[in-house]
Structure formats: C-alpha cells, structure tokens
T-cell receptor
Framework: DAMVIQNPRYQVTQFGKPVTLSCSQTLNHNVMYWYQQKSSQAPKLLFHYYDKDFNNEADTPDNFQSRRPNTSFCFLDIRSPGLGDAAMYLC?????????????FGDGTRLSIL | AQSVTQLGSHVSVSEGALVLLRCNYSSSVPPYLFWYVQYPNQGLQLLLKYTTGATLVKGINGFEAEFKKSETSFHLTKPSAHMSDAAEYFCAVSEGSNYQLIWGAGTKLIIKP
C-alpha cells in the first residue's frame, strides 16, 4: 500500500543535542509537510515543500530546519532541542497545493528531551 | 479570516448510541472541509471530506458529515458508536488559494461500555 512512513516512531535525545527525524512516502506526492503536535492540541504546521521549493511558516523557530533530497524523502532537523520541543512530529503529503487536496499523514515520531 | 470551532473538547457516548461531533467554521469563500481521526500515538487519518457536490458526505468506519452552508457547519455523525471509535477527532478547513489547513482544537470521543 502507498503510504507515508516516519522513522523512528519514538526518539529520545538530550537537551541541546541535534536530532533528525525522517519521513518517506510512496505516494509520489509533490507536497510534503512537517507538523508539530503537542498533547491534546491540533497539529501546528512548521514548514512544507512543494517539490524542492521550501516554505517556512513565519513563527517556526530557527532551531527547526528541513531537507528534501528527493521526491520520496524529507527530514526534520532540530539543531538544539529544548524541553519545549518535546512533542509528536507528524509528516504529511498531498498531491498538489490545491485547497481541495486532502493530506495524508504518517504515524508520527514522538520526541522526548532528557 | 478562517477559523474552526469544535464544540466540546470531550464527548462521551454509550456504545451503540449516536455519535455527534460538532464543527463550525468561518470562511469568506466556499470552503473545503475535512474530518480526521487520530488514535492514541498515531498519525491522523482522513475520515471524509467535502469539496463540491453532494452536501452529505460518507466516510470510512460508518461516519458521515453534512455541509450546511447556512449554518456554517460540518458536523460528524455515526448512528451507532463502537468501542473502537474512541479517538480524537479533528475538523479542518481550507479555502480558495489558501491550501493550508486550519484546524479545530479537536474533540476526544469517549465510548462508555
């Protein structure tokens, strides 16, 4: 089945130690999104790629970076994680940037900061 | 400006009872509306969507929703709740050229045996 796969499902890192989360998709979608979701809250969009074009949300901290080396893969890099960055990180894809296109989500990576 | 309001952060129903999760939106142009479900420690799964056409939309797992423009609502219903329906449900809207989803705060559905 075509899908969005996130690895790892659970990630523990130390305060200030860089961490990378990965996402891959077999849907061949043009758009890939990264969301941060804290407990009992809605997902918050961090940034997205349309193909190789990067679009950053205005309030996304500089501590968060992303890379999309090819259509299938996208990475979220947190350069110096703080305690407030502990959250579920969700990757999603959509075929196009049309507002009628649903987004397809992976199962997320739950990040803990020690 | 777009916004989405989900009435009730928690909704509790008995197994076999009607499920009704409320979603109201504000939009200056015809919206596209989505319901997603999130089970514990999982990502979001699309339940159903309204883009154009029939205002009563059927989704997966026996859920359906009706777009009511006059009431700016897109409430989610299921005739008979199952224990497996226990999850968090998010309503989201996008419109026009703004393809980014605006999310409601979510409603946690609790099923009582």
């Amino acid at each position: 089945d075509a899908m969005v796969i996130q690895n790892p499902r659970y990630q523990v890192t130390q305060f200030g130690k860089p961490v990378t989360l990965s996402c891959s998709q077999t849907l061949n979608h043009n758009v890939m999104y990264w969301y941060q979701q804290k407990s009992s809250q809605a997902p918050k969009l961090l940034f997205h790629y349309y193909d190789k074009d990067f679009n950053n949300e205005a309030d996304t901290p500089d501590n968060f970076q992303s890379r999309r080396p090819n259509t299938s893969f996208c990475f979220l890099d947190i350069r110096s994680p703080g305690l407030g960055d502990a959250a579920m990180y969700l990757c999603a894809t959509s075929r196009e940037t049309s507002s009628n296109q649903p987004q397809h989500f992976g199962d997320g990576t739950r990040l803990s900061i020690l | 400006a777009q916004s989405v309001t989900q009435l009730g952060s928690h909704v509790s129903v008995s197994e076999g009872a009607l499920v009704l999760l409320r979603c109201n939106y504000s939009s200056s142009v015809p919206p596209y509306l989505f319901w997603y479900v999130q089970y514990p420690n999982q990502g979001l799964q699309l339940l159903l969507k309204y883009t154009t056409g029939a205002t009563l939309v059927k989704g997966i797992n026996g859920f359906e929703a009706e777009f009511k423009k006059s009431e700016t609502s897109f409430h989610l219903t299921k005739p008979s709740a199952h224990m497996s329906d226990a999850a968090e449900y998010f309503c989201a809207v996008s419109e026009g050229s703004n393809y980014q989803l605006i999310w409601g705060a979510g409603t946690k559905l609790i099923i009582k045996p």
